[in-house]
């Protein structure tokens, strides 16, 4: 597994990363013996770029991620976020970037990580009462303490990107990205290329859409997030199964699986970009990585290009309430 670098402070990572999120959340129930061995195959593989968050489980993910890395701290870049504040029932508080709190949320992740230091950090979403001077203002703090390496934003608009990095430089940004999610071409990209920030691409494989698993509604899980997504339903979701098929088609022709396709075009897009699929399945983990080794001709982009050009998926990306909350 080759390297990447994101930003230039000099944080460099695997090509590809791992997120960890549906190992405790949001993606029907998990099984955390799997789960740590997927991590520690993820090493085995060259994956060193480990993507938790307070939020998940909540607080349950970093701490599985925490078990899985013990005595191996050497061996990850870690990554974690703040700013969802959820309580421990799992009720969701809001989006919190009080200096104050930015504290008190990395202490407790160190905790649960039962790490000294956190590689990457990330505010997870940008709290729009807070005025971002002030959130990363705290976060730069952090740095000083030795208790962070590098600073991130999730899902934060150019505006925002620009005025965080007058601050203290912001080695990554976070944001969904993908064949069908291709938003971030238009601003977001050439923001983070202008100052040199990385990108790193959460939900690479349209939350498992892409890999063509799921042909109806039905087959998600009871309890899996995916069934309140609006691509998830409805003409939405037949919509978007015809962009899956097509996707599918390029695959056959190459030998190679419709996920592999997804993420080896995403490692076409720039070498400031890391794709982290998550999973929480061995053979998923195994099946992913080995896109790293796929090369694509210019003749394979153009088809690629036009199975699924921007703005092709139908419906937005989250629920209208969550879609407040992205990219601000």
């Not at 460099?12 to 129930?29: I, P, R, T």
């Not at 009462?129 to 740095?143: D, F, H, N, Q």
């Not at 934060?156 to 291709?182: C, N």
């Not at 040199?196 to 349209?206: C, D, E, N, R, T």
Request: proline share 6%; aromatic share 8%; with cysteine.
């Amino acid at each position: 597994m080759k390297k990447r670098t994101l930003g230039r402070q000099g944080l460099a990572v695997s090509e590809l990363g791992l997120g960890c999120m549906g190992m405790s959340d949001f993606y029907g129930s998990g099984d955390e013996a799997e789960s740590i061995r997927t991590l520690h195959r993820a090493l085995e593989l060259g994956i060193d770029f480990f993507d938790t968050a307070d939020m998940y489980g909540p607080f349950k993910n970093e701490e599985l991620v925490g078990r899985a890395i013990r005595g191996r701290r050497d061996e990850v870049v870690l990554a974690t976020k703040f700013g969802n504040e959820r309580a421990p029932d799992g009720r969701y508080l809001g989006v919190n970037g009080r200096p104050e709190y930015v504290r008190k949320a990395c202490d407790a992740s160190l905790r649960r990580l039962g790490v000294d230091w956190i590689d990457l950090y990330y505010q997870h979403r940008v709290d729009p009462k807070v005025p971002i001077e002030e959130t990363v203002g705290a976060m730069a703090e952090l740095v000083k303490a030795g208790k962070v390496r590098f600073l991130g934003l999730s899902e934060a608009a150019p505006g925002t990107i620009r005025r965080a990095h007058q601050v203290h430089p912001i080695s990554a940004l976070q944001t969904e990205y993908s064949l069908w999610t291709r938003d971030p071409e238009a601003e977001i990209l050439p923001t983070t290329r202008e100052l040199g920030i990385g990108f790193v691409a959460y939900s690479p494989l349209g939350r498992g859409f892409l890999t063509g698993r799921f042909r109806t509604p039905e087959e998600i899980p009871e309890g899996d997030w995916r069934r309140q997504n609006p691509r998830f339903q409805g003409d939405n979701f037949r919509q978007n199964l015809a962009l899956a098929d097509r996707l599918r088609a390029v695959a056959e022709k190459k030998r190679v699986t419709p996920g592999q396709l997804a993420l080896a075009w995403l490692l076409t897009r720039g070498d400031d970009l890391v794709p982290i699929p998550g999973t929480k399945q061995l053979r998923y983990l195994e099946e992913n990585a080995a896109a790293a080794e796929i090369r694509l001709s210019k003749d394979e982009l153009a088809e690629i290009d036009r199975a699924l050009p921007p703005g092709a998926a139908a419906g937005t990306r989250y629920p209208e309430g969550a879609m407040q909350s992205v990219n601000r």
